[in-house]
Structures are given as structure tokens and as C-alpha cells.
């Protein structure tokens, strides 16, 4: 038997909040981990958090900004953020969608 948890990516995206309201919705927690669906819509405006994070490209092309690093990105790719670094997405297409993955302590996980 398995104490797993397995989410549906399809029916993730269809529970996002309607824009204008933020498309980010925490789809599991456990400990310090927190996992959510992340599909931004026009303009990326988000601030740095405080926690290390991960992005798993699910759909979408653009520019990832990752402090003073531009990274073009497709699906599949696994993007890594500081804590406390400022990242964005950038000329993204319309369909851009991300697994969002904090974990660990506020500042960070030790370098």
C-alpha cells in the first residue's frame, strides 16, 4: 500500500483562480514542502520568496530571468531559484504552465 499522493495536471490547471486574481494555487503541502501550479497570464510580477524553489516547465516556451541569468526554456526543464532571488518569466507564451516546488528553511537551504 502507498501513502503517495498524485495530482492531475489537467484538472490542477482547471482549478486555477480566474484572472485577473493571481493563477497560483498550493496544490499539496507536506513539512516544509509546498507544491502548487503556477500559470501566469500576460505579465510575470512576482517577488522574490523567501524559501528555495523549483519550476517544472509542464507547458510553455519564454525567457527565464533567474537573478542576472536569461535562460530560454520548453517543457521538461526543471528551473532552481535561490531564496531570495528576483526571477520572472519573460516573452512567455499564452499556455505557460509550472509545477512550483518550495522547500526547506526561510534564507534557504545551506550552499
Do not use: N
Not at 502507498?2 to 486574481?21: H, M, N, R, V, Y
Request: net charge negative; with cysteine.
Amino acid at each position: 500500500m502507498s501513502d503517495g499522493f498524485q495530482i492531475d495536471i489537467d484538472k490542477a490547471i482547471a482549478a486555477l483562480p480566474a484572472a485577473p486574481e493571481e493563477q497560483y494555487m498550493v496544490v499539496f503541502r507536506h513539512g516544509t514542502l509546498e507544491t502548487g501550479i503556477y500559470a501566469p497570464r500576460g505579465v510575470d510580477d512576482q517577488t522574490p520568496h523567501s524559501r528555495d524553489e523549483v519550476y517544472v516547465v509542464v507547458k510553455g516556451t519564454g525567457i527565464f530571468v533567474c537573478g542576472k541569468e536569461r535562460k530560454l526554456f520548453t517543457p521538461g526543464e526543471l528551473l532552481f531559484v535561490p531564496a531570495g532571488t528576483v526571477h520572472r518569466f519573460e516573452g512567455f507564451s499564452v499556455d505557460l504552465t509550472v509545477w512550483v516546488i518550495f522547500y526547506g528553511p526561510p534564507g534557504g537551504e545551506e550552499r
